[in-house]
T-cell receptor, first 114, second 113 residues
Framework: KAGVTQTPRYLIKTRGQQVTLSCSPISGHRSVSWYQQTPGQGLQFLFEYFSETQRNKGNFPGRFSGRQFSNSRSEMNVSTLELGDSALYLC?????????????FGEGSRLTVL | AQSVSQHNHHVILSEAASLELGCNYSYGGTVNLFWYVQYPGQHLQLLLKYFSGDPLVKGIKGFEAEFIKSKFSFNLRKPSVQWSDTAEYFCAVNGGSQGNLIFGKGTKLSVKP
């Protein structure tokens, strides 16, 4: 089985711009979660989607949004970028039937905001 | 709200030394517990997990963890570390029906050859 695929792997933006990141989950996984990883804060939960519906949401401002498509692929969008948004954005998929929380991670999209 | 606390930010060991990384969580109900590892330049991988049953859980690469419910702890151990264990280790908890993992801030392990 192919793993979780995230694109792009690296990107550089300037303050005020917006960015869209993409995630393809493991085949058959219907749950997709997004995390922000920074050196000081570790992994912080952004949101989780299941069957095209946002099921959980972390404590991030409304500039951070996401969606999931019928094929379980997911995108997240950050608008009006700030310097503090520079981070590694991780996508993870899960076979959510049991809701155990076990996640399978992609390699991440590293965003640098200048 | 659930939270996870990892006691050490950075641990430096020599090869063959024993390892114990602390993890405490706050949640009063039934929990699922995880340790993930992130090797340099690689994605997060599951090291081991606890759902129920034997509180001593064995994972990959000789790692094990013990769930002590009374202490809300899930410490990671390895009797003898290798240089290849150099990585960042994350403890995570999933409690109740929340559905998402809450991670600790991670512990960087550096193993000197």
């Amino acid at each position: 089985k192919a793993g979780v695929t995230q694109t792009p792997r690296y990107l550089i933006k300037t303050r005020g711009q917006q960015v869209t990141l993409s995630c393809s989950p493991i085949s058959g996984h219907r749950s997709v979660s997004w995390y922000q990883q920074t050196p000081g804060q570790g992994l912080q939960f952004l949101f989780e989607y299941f069957s095209e519906t946002q099921r959980n949401k972390g404590n991030f401002p409304g500039r951070f949004s996401g969606r999931q498509f019928s094929n379980s692929r997911s995108e997240m969008n950050v608008s009006t970028l700030e310097l503090g948004d520079s981070a590694l954005y991780l996508c993870a998929s899960a076979d959510a039937r049991g809701r155990t929380g076990e996640l399978f991670f992609g390699e991440g999209s590293r965003l640098t905001v200048l | 709200a659930q939270s996870v606390s990892q006691h050490n930010h950075h641990v430096i060991l020599s090869e063959a030394a024993s390892l114990e990384l602390g993890c405490n969580y706050s949640y009063g109900g039934t929990v699922n517990l995880f340790w993930y590892v992130q090797y340099p330049g690689q994605h997060l991988q599951l090291l081991l997990k606890y759902f129920s049953g034997d509180p001593l859980v064995k994972g990959i690469k000789g790692f094990e963890a013990e769930f002590i419910k009374s202490k809300f702890s899930f410490n990671l151990r390895k009797p003898s570390v290798q240089w290849s264990d150099t990585a960042e280790y994350f403890c995570a908890v999933n409690g109740g029906s929340q559905g998402n993992l809450i991670f600790g801030k991670g512990t960087k392990l550096s193993v000197k050859p």
